[in-house]
């Protein structure tokens, strides 16, 4: 397969979605862990963030699909740059499928099935082991916050490719056709 220059459309599309999703739900999933049992919002925001997530977690699934047969293009910059990018992005998708799947088993942990806006249901496999709840809650928490921040950097990073270095790299995934 001919490694492609920019990326396709479609990982254009689930890249600029995702970083939109993320940073949606980590501030949604901060926001709802204050709210009180008489809150208008008590059942309704924890419903949309996991549904929102199942719905991620899918659509990420289908992106290391698609990027493992469509390829991408390679990673411009130093030895070391190219070695930190390709770890963060592992990284990247490594904390997002923690997050998955803590998220799964807190919300599971009840033998509840998951209802992702009344399409369909995602079943519960039940309290796995002990404290099931508040071990992936630990998890879930840590793991976002530690995306988040390597969300930053890795968007500095590309920033840094763009502005200083004035290479491709930003170019590549804003689908810019001068390349």
Same mark, same amino acid.
Request: proline fraction near 2%; glycine fraction near 6%.
């Given at each position: 397969?001919?490694?492609?220059?920019?990326?396709?459309?479609?990982?254009?599309?689930?890249?600029?979605?995702?970083?939109?999703?993320?940073?949606?739900?980590?501030?949604?999933? /901060?926001?709802?862990?204050?709210?009180?049992?008489?809150?208008?919002?008590?059942?309704?925001?924890?419903?949309?963030?996991?549904?929102?997530?199942?719905?991620?977690?899918? /659509?990420?699934? @289908?992106?290391?699909?698609? +990027?493992? @047969?469509?390829?991408?293009?390679?990673?411009?910059?130093?030895?070391?740059?190219?070695?930190?990018?390709?770890?963060?992005? +592992?990284?990247?998708?490594?904390? /997002?499928?923690?997050?998955?799947?803590?998220?799964?088993?807190?919300?599971?942990?009840?033998?509840?099935?998951?209802?992702?806006?009344?399409?369909?249901?995602?079943?519960?496999?039940?309290?796995? @082991?002990?404290?099931?709840?508040?071990?992936?809650?630990?998890?879930?928490?840590?793991?976002?916050?530690?995306?988040?921040?390597?969300?930053?950097?890795?968007?500095?990073?590309?920033?840094?490719?763009? @502005?200083?270095?004035?290479?491709?790299?930003? +170019?590549?995934?804003?689908?810019?056709?001068?390349?």
């Amino acid at each position: 397969m001919e490694q492609p220059t920019q990326y396709n459309a479609v990982l254009r599309a689930i890249h600029w979605l995702t970083a939109l999703v993320v940073v949606g739900l980590f501030a949604v999933g /901060l926001w709802m862990v204050d709210l009180t049992y008489y809150s208008s919002w008590y059942k309704t925001a924890p419903y949309w963030h996991k549904s929102v997530g199942i719905l991620l977690a899918v /659509l990420t699934v @289908f992106r290391v699909l698609w +990027r493992s @047969f469509k390829g991408a293009p390679q990673i411009e910059g130093n030895r070391l740059e190219r070695t930190a990018a390709h770890s963060a992005h +592992r990284l990247i998708y490594i904390l /997002l499928f923690v997050i998955f799947t803590s998220g799964y088993l807190i919300s599971t942990s009840d033998g509840r099935a998951i209802e992702v806006f009344n399409w369909f249901e995602v079943p519960a496999l039940g309290e796995l @082991f002990t404290n099931q709840s508040d071990i992936a809650g630990a998890i879930h928490y840590y793991a976002a916050f530690t995306l988040i921040g390597l969300a930053i950097l890795h968007a500095a990073a590309a920033l840094k490719h763009h @502005f200083i270095d004035k290479d491709n790299t930003l +170019r590549k995934m804003i689908g810019d056709k001068s390349l």
